[in-house]
């Protein structure tokens, strides 16, 4: 927590806020992979109940205007033999908002929720388009490997495509 914001689990009280977030951050060009015609209330309900029931779910919530100004979200992806991964990881910090290390902290207070309060959880997955060096950095610094490349998966913003580079943290033995 700082001055500025609090960081909190989301619940779906917060999925109108989240919606806000998702669309302000959606109408920057490769701010999202979704554009802001595809952020609607069914899909944020949709992967907040996940995240809430199946995963984890943090904001960071503007002390002053209560405003939703950043989320990270992971859930679990499906079939039991994965129930230990968390994956379709998502972070979001609003356009006006980024640059000051809300998305620092917001990631950082996720992986922590990992590491303490999760134990069942033995790997984090996500997905970064490659133009994203400062991300994929980042990432690195979190314990997150690069495990791959999807050739040509993504249309990028300015015409033709580019790759997606899958990267996951995985708890190390003890």
Do not use: C
Not at 24 to 46: F, H, K, M, N, P
Not at 97 to 112: D, L, P, W
């Amino acid at each position: 927590m700082t001055d500025e914001y609090l960081l909190k689990t989301a619940t779906s009280d917060d999925v109108e806020g989240i919606r806000e977030l998702y669309f302000a951050v959606a109408i920057v060009a490769g701010g999202l992979a979704r554009t802001a015609a595809e952020i609607s209330l069914d899909y944020v309900e949709q992967f907040v109940s996940k995240s809430v029931e199946n995963g984890l779910i943090v904001i960071a919530r503007d002390n002053n205007s209560g405003e939703v100004i950043g989320e990270i979200h992971a859930y679990a992806i499906g079939p039991k033999v994965f129930s230990h991964v968390l994956g379709e990881l998502t972070i979001a910090v609003h356009p006006e908002r980024q640059g000051i290390g809300i998305g620092k902290a917001i990631f950082t207070e996720f992986m922590r929720r990992v590491k303490e309060d999760r134990p069942d959880i033995l790997r984090v997955e996500l997905i970064a388009r490659e133009s994203n060096r400062k991300a994929i950095e980042f990432y690195k610094k979190l314990g997150f490997l690069i495990e791959g490349r999807f050739a040509s998966r993504i249309q990028s913003v300015g015409g033709g495509f580019e790759d997606d580079i899958p990267m996951a943290w995985t708890r190390r033995p003890k």
